[in-house]
């Protein structure tokens, strides 16, 4: 596994000469798309300073994300990326979190603009940060035995406010958050305030089907949904199907989720030949497509293009080996289908499906520059 710093790398816009070599020609027209993007990022953004909706910054700390992650931004930050970061901070709470009040979504939107400060690489966001990671790991779920994971929704992160629980998409944001900025709170009051890395790890193997580590009733190691996740234990968005050898009503697997769950794991720092890594991994080379969100078509696709790219960068996959034995150049594969899916106005939008906000062209053209400058780094 290449160390997790590349993840970060990507977004402040660096690289290691390890990632940045080979295709020239293919990495100009993967620039040329970035720049398109960006441009239209800059174009679509509100007076105000947000994009798309004025009461959620999460979607702004995406745009701003895909900005700093761009592999040529300029030296000096343009007015409008400053008043993107200006909206956000005109939420930051008392109590640390970043968000509306009565708009809900706490959590998300304080993990997300947490990420797009740290992104900016600028130390006068450093005490923001800190207050808001303290929000943060304030937010993990114990439903149980207070201390102990006796339950399965234990460890995970939710959207916060009138939301009951977490769920593995929120514990993600938040663990990728709370991830990134350990550097920052090392040398400050709170660096004996942590996560309960342990229980988190213990929700995110309760939301994957493999039943050597997930005891609950409903996890399969049916072929078909063996290693990958769902949205949180006892629900799947995909819904749920007979499987094809155990005959009982299974909770299906799908793909977005199934990186995400993949990502979760990095950022609690499980090696890479832990079953439960090698089995999602097998999971998702089963599953392989740029067509769709596997289990769940046209819905969220380009936020699992977005995971994807983010995955499979944190851990190396050079290559990706389908079920048939044939290897993939998938970072060439994503690059060309991203390429292809882009707007005359430099923009992308899910044509196909509304479902999670993506026919909001602003966040989906985020998510698909953020995931090209991965690509650009590893040709």
Known sequence: MKTLTVNLIVT???????????DISFQNELQRSIDRGIDFLKK??????YWTNADHPAVTAIALVAYQGNPQKPKTTPNWVEKGYQYILKHVQPNGSIYVPNKGLANYNTALSMMAMLASGDAKFNSTILNARRFLIGQQWDLGVKGKTDHPLDGGVGYGNSYPHGDLNNTLTALEAIYYSRNIAKDSPQSKTDLNWK???SFIQNCQNLKSHNKQPWASDDPENKGGFIYFPGKSMAGEAKGSESGRTALRSYGSISYAGMLSYAYADL??????ITAVKKWLEDNYTLEENPGMGAQGQFYYYYLMTKALTVYGAENLELTNGKK??????????LMGLQEQDGSWINKKASR????EKPLVSAYSVI?????????
């Open 12 to 22: 402040l816009g660096l690289c290691f000469p390890a990632l940045c070599q080979t």
């Open 44 to 49: 679509s953004q509100s007076p105000d300073g």
């Open 356 to 359: 999670w906000w993506e026919n």
């Open 199 to 201: 229980a988190a790890i």
């Open 328 to 337: 993939v150049d998938w970072r060439k594969q994503v690059g060309l289908k």
């Open 371 to 379: 995931a090209l400058s991965y690509l650009h780094r590893g040709q």
């Open 271 to 276: 090696k890479q030949d832990d079953p439960r």
